[in-house]
């Protein structure tokens, strides 16, 4: 294993993180950045109000994208265990 196929592994291991991790994360910030401006037109400052919805709807949206963030992981494990037993 030279440096190449380490920087082409933590590379690949960095896009898989990011698209196993982005439907959650962005629709958090949706949900966040629309309590955000609700709050600011209404001047309603409720903590549990900026976290319960934001938690529900990552929860829901990880539920939904569930098989295709398995499906995305399963990918990168699958080439790392064969470039293991291929010796990289």
């Known amino acids: 294993m030279n440096e ?3 920087l082409e592994l933590v590379r690949t291991a960095i896009w ?3 698209v196993a991790s982005g439907p959650a994360v962005a ?3 949706i949900v966040g950045i629309l309590i955000a401006l609700f709050q600011a037109l209404t001047q309603i400052q409720e903590v549990t109000l900026t976290f319960v ?3 529900v709807v990552a929860l ?3 539920v939904v994208t569930g098989s295709f963030v398995g499906g995305q ?3 990168f494990t699958e ?3 064969g470039r293991i037993a ?3």
């Open 86 to 88: 291929s010796g990289f």
């Open 53 to 55: 919805p934001k938690i």
């Open 16 to 18: 898989t993180i990011i």
């Open 4 to 6: 190449i196929d380490a």
């Open 73 to 75: 992981i399963y990918a």
């Open 79 to 81: 080439m790392v265990y």
């Open 27 to 29: 629709a958090a910030m």
């Open 60 to 62: 829901i949206v990880m």
